[in-house]
């Protein structure tokens, strides 16, 4: 059977909140939620990340969904954003500071920012329990991704632990695109709102490490030369390749 189902599956889970950054993921992942709960509220975070583009991306991607999922559009509930600079000047990385791209010492690529994901969930645990939101929902990947410790899903599934051990209740953290390759989210995209959600992604996301915003190219703006420009490059070609499916 298909990871990527034709509907959504029956759940207890009424509302969300969705770990949004405005990228490629991110907002497949909204899409997603959308289609599933009730109430969707997003949450963002400001770590001084230099490409500050991401920022303006999340609004614009947010803005645009009501028209790429109209069906879904009431569901659409508040955006939260949450400051952690402080924290971002402690996790010094290649996407805080003006440091090179390249990998460490540890075979990790400098783009790290230590402990990243971890912060975000502990954030949003706190917000999804004050706002009484069931579910979080994060992008994290580790199929095709960059090597982040912080997003795979062991990673995950101890975190959800720790959070319900913390706040003594049951915190449930998905992760639809843990197992899917970067044409399998294009994919997922295409499913759940066709051709207008697939434009909302390529024209108003935001993935490139470097804040490029004046290359325009099949899969969206972007240097083409970072990681992350090259993930979603290739997994773009995959995908119109016709190359993305899993049966």
């Given at each position: 059977?298909?990871?990527?189902?034709?509907?959504?599956?029956q759940?207890?889970?009424?509302?969300a909140?969705?770990?949004f950054?405005?990228?490629?993921?991110?907002?497949?992942?909204?899409?997603?939620?959308?289609e599933?709960?009730?109430?969707?509220?997003t949450?963002?975070?400001?770590?001084?990340?230099?490409?500050?583009?991401?920022?303006q991306?999340?609004?614009?991607?947010r803005?645009?969904?009501?028209?790429?999922l109209?069906q879904?559009?009431?569901?659409?509930?508040?955006?939260?954003?949450?400051d952690?600079t402080?924290?971002g000047?402690?996790?010094?990385?290649?996407l805080?500071?003006d440091?090179?791209?390249e990998?460490?010492?540890?075979?990790?690529p400098?783009?790290?920012?230590?402990?990243?994901?971890?912060?975000?969930?502990?954030a949003?645990?706190?917000?999804?329990?004050?706002?009484?939101?069931?579910?979080?929902?994060?992008?994290?990947?580790?199929?095709?991704?960059?090597?982040?410790?912080?997003c795979?899903?062991e990673?995950?599934?101890a975190?959800a632990?720790?959070?319900?051990?913390?706040?003594d209740?049951?915190?449930?953290?998905?992760?639809p695109?843990m197992?899917?390759?970067?044409a399998?989210?294009w994919?997922?995209?295409?499913?759940?709102?066709?051709e207008?959600?697939?434009?909302?992604?390529?024209e108003?996301?935001?993935?490139?490490?470097?804040?490029d915003?004046?290359?325009r190219?099949v899969?969206?703006?972007?240097?083409?030369?970072?990681?992350?420009?090259?993930?979603?490059?290739?997994?773009?070609?995959e995908w119109?390749?016709?190359?993305?499916?899993?049966?």
């Open positions: 059977m298909s990871v990527i189902l034709e509907k959504p599956p759940t207890d889970s009424k509302t909140l969705v770990l950054s405005g990228g490629q993921d991110s907002a497949t992942c909204l899409a997603w939620a959308l599933r709960f009730d109430r969707v509220e949450v963002g975070f400001d770590y001084g990340q230099r490409h500050v583009v991401e920022m991306a999340r609004q614009a991607v803005d645009g969904m009501a028209g790429a109209p879904y559009a009431e569901r659409l509930g508040d955006d939260h954003v949450v952690l402080g924290y000047r402690i996790a010094e990385s290649a805080t500071a440091r090179k791209i990998m460490d010492a540890r075979g990790l400098t783009t790290f920012v230590p402990g990243r994901n971890l912060i975000f969930l502990v949003a645990a706190a917000l999804a329990d004050r706002r009484g939101l069931e579910v979080l929902v994060g992008g994290m990947c580790e199929t095709d991704y960059s090597g982040y410790p912080d795979r899903h990673t995950m599934e975190m632990r720790a959070l319900s051990l913390g706040l209740k049951p915190v449930v953290i998905d992760t695109l197992w899917l390759t970067k399998q989210t994919e997922l995209a295409d499913r759940i709102g066709g207008a959600l697939v434009e909302l992604i390529v108003d996301s935001h993935t490139c490490y470097l804040g915003r004046t290359h190219h899969w969206g703006y972007g240097c083409g030369e970072c990681p992350a420009c090259e993930l979603r490059a290739a997994g773009h070609a119109v390749a016709g190359e993305g499916a899993v049966n």
